[in-house]
C-alpha cells in the first residue's frame, strides 16, 4: 500500500534540509539531466511539428515541487516566464536567495495548485510527484493548468528503489523499511486514466555510491528521503546497523557502496481539442 503523507511534516521535513539539500544532490541531478533530454526530444520533436526554429519553446514554465530552485537557470532557457512551487517554505527561502528574485516562487501543494485554468505551456517536476498522495488527481490538475498542446514533464522514484539497503533492513526487521512507491505501469495506468494520450516513458537505475553505511543514510536523510509518511519510522538500532554494515560489504564494488534508485521518467502531451 502507497504511504499517505501528512503534508505539513513533509513540508517541515523539506525545509530543514534546505541549506545542505544541494552538496547531496547528485542524484536529483542525473534525473533532471534525463529528464531534461526527455523533454528536449519531445519539445523539438513539436517544434518540428510547428517548422519553427525559436530556442524559447514555451513562453510559462512551471517548476514543480522546485527545491532550492537548482534546476531554475536551466529552465528559463526554455521559456520566457518561469514559475517555481514548492510545499517547503525553507526551500523557496533558499531557491529565491539563489535566484535572486522572490516573485518567480509560490509556495503551494501540488494537488491543490493556485492557478487558472491552461496557465502553462510546460509543466517540469523532477522527483517530487512521488510526494503525491494522490497520482490520479494530480495528473488532473496538472492538466488543467496546462494549456491544450502543452507538456507536462517529470521524473518520479519508483518501486524497489533505495537497494541494497532497503532489502538488508526488511530482512533484519522482518518488514519493509521504505515507503512503498508504484510502479512504471501505475503510472501509465494513472495517465491513461486521466486522459492522456501522448505518453513517452522510460525507466532507469541511477546509483550513487558510498565509502561507508553512514555515508550512505547521511545522504538519504539530506535530501529529506527518509520522511515516511505518517507511520513511524523504523529507528536504526546498533544491532540494525551492524548486521547492515556486515550485509552491505557483498555489495562493495571499486567505486564502493550502490544505493540504486529505480526512477521513471514521463513526457505527456495535453490533448489538443483542435487537432
Ligand atoms: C527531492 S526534492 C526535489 C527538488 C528539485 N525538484 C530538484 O530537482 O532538486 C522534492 C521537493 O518536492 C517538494 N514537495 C514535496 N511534497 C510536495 C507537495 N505536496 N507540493 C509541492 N511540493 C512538494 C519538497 O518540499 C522538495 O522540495
Redesign the pocket.
Known sequence: MLAEYN?SA??DR?SRCAERYQQH?DL?SE??NILGALLRERLLYKQGEQQSKQTQIANCIL??????G??GPRLRSFAAQYVG????SG?LAKAVRTNADSNLYIQ????NLPFTTNSFDLVY????VQ??NNPLQLLQELQRITKPGGVIAFSTVLNDSLQPLARLRSGFLNRTAVNEQPTLRDWLAWCKLAGFQSVISEERTVSGWFQNVASLLRSISA??ADHQGNKQAPKLGVAEYTAICKGYEHYRTSQGLPLNYQLGFFALEVNDASC
Open positions: 503534508k513533509v513540508a523539506f544532490a536529483q534525473s533532471a517548476d514543480l515541487g522546485c527545491g532550492p537548482i534546476q512551487v514548492d510545499i517547503a526551500m503551494a501543494d501540488m494537488e517536476s523532477n522527483l517530487a510526494w503525491s535530501i529529506g
